[in-house]
């Protein structure tokens, strides 16, 4: 038994116990000597977002190996700031994943951009949680991350990252970041971007193959139409060389979920500067900004949510989108804006409490499917964001239930990728890291309640909202113990 794995067997066989040994084996399982594969089989090398998650869910096993997570993320960050979504291993086969990468060709990249030389990436980006990430994995053991020098490596990092969404990204001048690639938000095949993806020439058929369909169904998984017209996206922006000025992006959206993580991260690197002796008040200045122009560009008060704004035609994107919900763990958001968003979650869009965690679309819309990808199941991630959201604005009644579910789904469905919202079902991959992660998470949130009830939810105050440092139950002396051996080598 691994060091990972002693710092997960807390004393007692209960059920809180049993979660965190079942947690920990999936993402000892996952590891790939570095950092954290999302799943051994369909996607076998280090994602972005995928590793901030799973840094979050880890900083409670092993508050080390978390940093390392990040660590490891930052080291193949470009030189224009960008924080590419996926980091390739190179003992992986080319033909284990697509794109691979011999079709993203970073290293002979123009080096304006500034692609490392050293590792292939792919050249766009996914949400910007990383330096809230990066400030709860400090919280989880202040003494070891000071001991380290953690935060005073990862902060040019973050705010290089940050300057790059704020500048080069911001392709609608209103001072919000843009998405170029419905992958970057991270809701792929949402119904959200039906109608953007629409003007998008498809790659043509035979050019690509698509390796995720040996390992999942096809009626889970995104379209060969979608499938074609993101390869045709990332071919033009890579044959521009990533350049977002000199791209003809034919799509192009303000993302809710996607600048309200930038926001809440920006706070989180306020707190960052603050221990570093940088300059915090100007991340502050930056986290208003933005937060004005979320709420002026995206907030709906009609539809009581935030929508997406298409910059091809500059108008909204119709539509209830979990997207939408996530702005609710922006700090300082309106507390009327905050009490429509909850109503819509709780209403018959989202049947938050009537149905399995939070759909990804609109349970009443005729482009919901239960069952494929983002266009309906409901995702872990997302859980924890709107969980997060409920808790910051006082809804701890409703995010208690949501945790609830959040705890015995995971486990029952083996940590599956996400679920069917009706009946519950797992579906995609099992054993899925973020999965795992979040869940030891919320774990550590619930307090006893997890092992003593399965209704009743005590609030976890202020010392989940601010995380909590150290000294919290199950974190054993020595789990910070640097490269926690263990796990199995890179998928192949």
Do not use: K
């Amino acid at each position: 038994m691994t060091a990972v794995l002693e710092a997960a067997a807390a004393p007692g066989t209960g059920r809180r116990a049993h979660l965190r040994r079942a947690a920990a084996h999936v993402l000892l399982g996952n590891w790939a000597g570095t950092a954290t594969v999302p799943s051994r089989a369909l996607y076998p090398h280090q994602w972005s977002w995928d590793s901030a998650f799973v840094a979050i869910g880890l900083r409670h096993l092993a508050p080390r190996r978390a940093q390392r997570e990040l660590e490891t993320l930052l080291g193949a960050q470009w030189g224009d700031g960008r924080i590419p979504h996926i980091v390739f291993n190179p003992s992986v086969p080319l033909g284990a994943y697509f794109p691979s990468p011999d079709f993203w060709r970073s290293s002979g990249t123009d080096r304006a951009a500034g692609a490392p030389s050293t590792v292939e990436t792919s050249g766009i980006v996914q949400p910007p949680v990383h330096a809230l990430a990066a400030w709860l994995v400090h919280l989880a053991d202040p003494a070891e991350s000071r001991r380290r020098g953690f935060l005073p490596r990862v902060y040019p990092g973050l705010a290089a990252w940050h300057r790059y969404l704020a500048s080069s990204r911001d392709l609608g001048g209103g001072g919000l970041a843009a998405v170029v690639h419905p992958w970057e938000p991270g809701l792929d095949n949402s119904p959200s971007w039906d109608a953007s993806l629409a003007r998008v020439e498809p790659a043509p058929r035979g050019s690509f193959r698509r390796a995720d369909l040996d390992h999942g169904s096809p009626a889970d998984r995104p379209t060969d139409l979608d499938y074609a017209r993101y390869v045709r996206l990332a071919a033009t922006y890579r044959d521009h060389a990533y350049d977002d000025a000199r791209t003809p992006h034919a799509f192009a959206v303000e993302d809710p979920c996607f600048n309200a993580l930038l926001i809440a991260s920006e706070h989180a690197l306020a707190a960052i500067a603050r221990v570093v002796g940088a300059d915090e008040e100007a991340h502050r200045r930056r986290a208003a900004a933005a937060t004005r122009a979320l709420l002026d560009r995206l907030w709906d008060p009609a539809a009581g949510v935030f929508l997406p704004r298409d910059l091809v035609t500059d108008e909204p994107v119709a539509g209830y989108g979990v997207s939408g919900l996530v702005p609710l763990i922006v700090p300082g958001l309106p507390e009327d804006v905050a009490a429509a968003l909850t109503r819509t979650a709780l209403g018959p869009r989202f049947g938050l409490g009537r149905v399995h965690l939070v759909p990804s679309y609109d349970l009443t819309s005729r482009e919901f499917d239960g069952n494929r990808y983002w266009r309906g199941p409901s995702w872990f991630n997302m859980a924890w964001l709107v969980h997060r959201g409920l808790v910051r604005h006082g809804e701890t009644a409703t995010a208690g239930r949501l945790r609830a579910q959040a705890l015995d789904a995971a486990v029952r469905t083996g940590f599956a990728e996400y679920l069917e919202p009706y009946t519950g079902e797992g579906r995609g991959v099992r054993r899925f890291s973020w999965t795992a992660a979040l869940a030891l998470d919320l774990l550590q949130s619930s307090g006893d309640a997890y092992e003593s009830s399965g209704d009743a939810y005590e609030s976890s105050g202020d010392a989940y909202e601010d995380g909590a440092p150290g000294g919290t139950p199950g974190n054993v002396p020595g789990s910070a113990s640097e490269g926690v051996p263990g796990g199995e080598g890179p998928a192949r």
